[in-house]
């Protein structure tokens, strides 16, 4: 590929000073953002990678939709930002030991471990909560474990997979961090007059979105916003990228091998995420269309659900970029959203997904007062007519 976006910025640098002075601000902050990004790993080792190869990847699906002639029309703000994002929507994902203090002060880790066997979480999860309570309820389970102190591993993992957990579910809007934050992550290089605090703020802004309801991209964020020098910079359109990049980078190989060897216990929840990328057949990106086709075992149940689900998550991107298209590119934008060229999930024997795995969920509270007949009588005098 003969273009990028990173490429893109480094040529307008060499046209104005204005534009060398954001490329200044990229590759200082790029070398910032992929030494931060190297920490998730230690509370994420069961989980897809989350560094600076997650990132290259996001940039590069994003090249991919954009196309040359697209990327050359952005503004240099808007370049800026793509990159800038697609560094730093995770951020969140790193947790330090100020971060553990805190919930473990105020209470937040410990009733988060209590509701987890009554929300729907994986068997790992569920697991690894109960274990956790046992011990506390029960501190004669580590005296009486005679098998090389297995207890100590055991509880090492669970811990790491509840934390884990408790911090993904927060990390987009962990990634609208605060001044004190960035410190606390070695990542304050970007508060030291280089960049305005509302270019700042507003790279938090497009960060949380990219874990929130498509909606809340076009109520939390304006189409158009004045950049870093005398351009404008589009704060929908930017969100909107990441969030597509993101869910297409669904490639093979995001799992270090190596990672598997620090649990004791690598989880089942996790395997099923590295079968679903493996599952991948058939992957396209382009200005017009995106395609990606799967095949999964028809014994990994969990693994073709886990992948239609993923699939259904990009579907309804690409549709909500369609619909919404005008409000999220800049004025005069070339083209359109790509469109599903073809997203669907096989089972090796050729079963479709339309055919598998068909159930439908109704609330279980509304559910009982039907059949208790609410709303079905508006008089309580009504039984004498159903008597005679």
Not at 123 to 142: G, Q, T
Not at 240 to 256: A, S, T, V
Not at 313 to 333: A, D, R, T
């Amino acid at each position: 590929m003969d273009y990028s976006i990173e490429k893109r910025l480094k040529e307008l640098a060499t046209i104005n000073d204005r534009y060398d002075k954001i490329y200044s601000l990229w590759c200082i902050n790029k070398k910032i953002y992929v030494d931060a990004l190297n920490a998730i790993s230690y509370y994420y080792p069961h989980y897809s990678l989350h560094d600076s190869s997650h990132s290259e990847s996001i940039v590069s699906k994003i090249e991919m939709v954009l196309g040359k002639e697209r990327i050359n029309d952005l503004s240099p703000t808007d370049l800026f930002l793509i990159l800038m994002c697609a560094y730093s929507h995770d951020i969140g994902m790193i947790i330090t030991n100020t971060d553990i203090k805190k919930i473990l002060k105020n209470g937040e880790f410990v009733e988060f471990i209590k509701n987890i066997q009554e929300v729907n979480y994986s068997n790992d999860l569920v697991e690894a909560a109960k274990y956790i309570l046992e011990i506390e309820s029960n501190p004669n389970i580590i005296k009486n474990d005679k098998n090389e102190n297995k207890w100590a591993l055991e509880t090492k993992d669970k811990v790491m997979l509840i934390l884990a957990e408790f911090f993904r579910k927060r990390h987009g809007i962990r990634g609208n961090i605060e001044a004190y934050e960035l410190n606390d992550k070695n990542i304050s290089n970007i508060l030291q007059g280089n960049i305005p605090l509302r270019i700042i703020k507003l790279i938090g802004e497009i960060d949380a979105c990219h874990t929130l309801e498509f909606d809340k991209v076009l109520e939390n964020l304006k189409l158009e916003t004045n950049g870093l020098i005398n351009d404008i910079a589009h704060p929908r359109f930017v969100a909107c990228m990441i969030r597509l990049g993101d869910l297409l980078d669904l490639d093979d190989g995001r799992f270090n091998e190596v990672f598997k060897k620090l649990l004791y216990n690598f989880p089942k929840s996790s395997e099923v995420h590295m079968e679903k990328h493996k599952s991948i057949t058939h992957f396209l990106v382009t200005e017009e269309k995106i395609e990606v086709n799967a095949i999964c075992e028809n014994a990994e149940r969990e693994v073709y659900s886990a992948t239609r689900e993923w699939f259904d998550w990009i579907k309804g991107e690409l549709k909500n970029l369609s619909i919404y298209w005008s409000k999220i590119v800049p004025k005069g934008f070339k083209g359109t959203a790509p469109v599903d060229g073809g997203i669907y999930v096989n089972l090796k024997d050729g079963g479709m997904e339309q055919l598998v795995d068909i159930k439908f969920n109704i609330n279980s509270k509304k559910a009982f007062e039907l059949f208790e007949g609410n709303n079905l009588y508006n008089n309580k005098l009504v039984f004498i007519r159903e008597l005679i």
